[in-house]
């Protein structure tokens, strides 16, 4: 790999030579495969190398085309790169998924840590996944529909903007936009943009990111901060920076030593550093923050809702199709019926009346005459209630033909609307009629490339 020379100088300077050789002798070295499996989809022990630091994290022996794996599509499990599953050992560790809270992920697409946070926080809090890029966020939500999780709202808003929601959020996590030094090995567009330049504008960026989205984080709340980098101007000068200029406290997270995680002492403060040669991963930094700043307690109240609530008379049409009924406020959009968590209806309505909001909780579905038509969202969803629902299980080849959205007859399909699944995972709805049957899964969401014979 032809690494620029200013970028080797930066880290001989930095962890001194005979380290920064072995970063550079491991970064020519091909990268891992690792996934996370979703705890409420694929309850099946780990086969393979579990990734210590993450319960349901996995090395795999052999990159698979994870795109022919129904199980992918179904949600089981998410492809997330091994190093930045850390994250899960500072929310364990500072008890964040022991009640209800408010959980922002500002930089969130296109899914990893939204994915993996949802699945550690309370079934009773709501995770605020935010991507300022319109495209991207639509692909983050799209990956979150398929994980399941039912308590999240998307929104695609500048960081600016989310700040000025004054005291909302118990914990941020601001995975930042870097110079993706740790990624070099694995992604070759971002060794091919590095330069000294962009470090500090990544850098400068990362500051500014920092103090838009500060005011938004609760009094004791928790700030995450993470980058894919390895030099001191992401990550120790952002760390001092963000203690000198904000009223923040650094909160250490313990780790095995036999991790191979660097601790990084700056100043009475610590970050921790993911370096290829010494963990199985890529580079990543860490550091976390407590807010000590005395704030008023925010009023989420709006005058007029964004939603009109389901008439009574139509609820009983849902009877069956969700576990947890009472816990769902049913709302409709536009003839489509939406579940909102009831606890956080109110701060939903708020943030749709302050910042744009794409999505919150789940598409139940639309009403046809006197029946429910399912969404997509809801085969997917962890709270679809599938017992006495219709279902025919797939083959490998025709649940691949499906997520083409080909023409398929499963031969194990009766008339009437069916929900199909592959090795006992839900992946969409379809319906027999006689000797035709329709196919339908999402057609944005189709797998394009061809299969295999």
């Known amino acids: 790999m032809n690494f620029p020379l200013p970028f080797i100088t930066e880290l001989q300077q930095q962890f001194g030579e005979a380290q920064a050789s072995e970063i550079l002798a491991a970064m020519e070295q091909p990268s891992y495969s690792s996934v996370r499996r979703n705890p409420l989809k694929w309850k099946e022990e780990l086969k ?3 990734v210590v630091w993450a319960k349901w994290g996995e090395y795999l022996q052999s990159r698979p085309v994870y795109t ?54 309370h079934e009773k809090s709501l995770l605020v996944s935010n991507e300022v ?16 999780y039912p308590n999240i709202c998307i929104v695609n808003n500048d960081p600016e903007e989310i700040g000025k929601l004054e005291g909302v959020f118990d914990v941020i996590v601001v995975d930042a936009p870097c110079s993706g030094e740790g990624m070099f090995r694995k992604d070759h567009d ?8 962009n470090v500090k504008l990544c850098a400068q960026r990362q500051q500014r990111i920092l103090a838009d989205i500060w005011p938004s984080l609760k009094q004791g709340g928790y700030l995450i901060y993470t980058t894919c980098t390895f030099n001191h101007h992401e990550n120790d000068d952002n760390v001092k920076w963000l203690i000198e200029t904000q009223e923040a406290e650094n909160v250490s997270i313990n780790h095995d030593e036999a991790w191979g995680i660097e601790t990084a002492k700056l100043d009475g403060a610590e970050g921790y550093r993911f370096l290829p040669h010494k963990v199985k991963g890529e580079g990543l930094f860490m550091s976390v923050f407590r807010k000590n700043a005395e704030i008023d307690e925010v009023n989420t109240r709006v005058r007029k809702p964004f939603y009109q609530k389901l008439d009574k008379k139509k609820l009983p049409v849902l009877e069956g199709w969700l576990k947890n009924s009472e816990d769902w406020e049913i709302v409709d959009m536009d003839s489509s019926w939406i579940a909102l968590p009831k606890q956080h209806v109110e701060l939903i309505q708020f943030l749709k009346d302050k910042i744009k909001v794409i999505h919150a909780g789940f598409s139940v579905g639309e009403l046809k005459g006197k029946d429910l ?30 997520l083409r959205k080909d023409d398929i007859l499963p031969q194990s399909a009766t008339n009437g609307l069916t929900l199909l699944t592959y090795e006992d995972l839900p992946i969409g709805w379809g319906k027999k009629i ?20």
């Open 133 to 148: 890029i319109r495209n991207r966020a639509t692909i983050l939500k799209e990956n979150l529909v398929k994980w399941g």
């Open 68 to 121: 022919l794996d129904p199980k992918f599509h179904a949600g089981a499990y998410y492809v997330q790169e091994a190093s930045s599953m850390f994250l899960e050992q500072a929310f364990v560790q500072l008890g964040l998924g022991e009640q209800p809270i408010v959980a922002l992920d500002l930089c969130a697409a296109p899914g990893g840590k939204s994915t993996h946070i949802v699945s550690l926080l």
């Open 373 to 402: 038509i399912p969404a997509h969202d809801l085969a997917l969803s962890t709270v679809l209630d599938a017992a006495h629902i219709q279902r025919a299980a797939l083959d490998l080849s025709e649940a691949l033909r499906y």
């Open 48 to 50: 393979g190398d579990r």
């Open 190 to 197: 971002a060794l091919a943009e590095w330069s000294e330049a």
């Open 434 to 453: 006689g000797n035709r049957f329709n196919n339908y899964y999402p057609v944005e969401w189709r797998i394009r490339m061809e299969i295999p014979k």
